[in-house]
């Protein structure tokens, strides 16, 4: 279940992030009320992409610690039980 809610909350994130990258890539005018040409407008998108990547990477670092801890608790409670 709880592999469930992870990739539910993965499908919602990057369909944000896609919903995002659109409004950035369309939009015609920025916060500072310049123009966007093409260029501005690939830049601001990478820059998006690396902020996404990095909240990515923040994740599944997060859920493979966790998973690992979950293995050597596991491993300690089964080590318990063999010694009593």
Known sequence: ???NKWRIFQVVQFILF???SL???FR???G???E???EVKLISLAIWLGFYLFILAIEYGIRFLTRIGKKINKNLKEMRYCEK
């Open 1 to 3: 279940m709880k592999n």
């Open 18 to 20: 896609l919903g995002v």
């Open 23 to 25: 409004i950035l890539f």
């Open 28 to 30: 015609k005018v920025d």
């Open 32 to 34: 500072s009320g310049a």
């Open 36 to 38: 966007n040409t093409t």
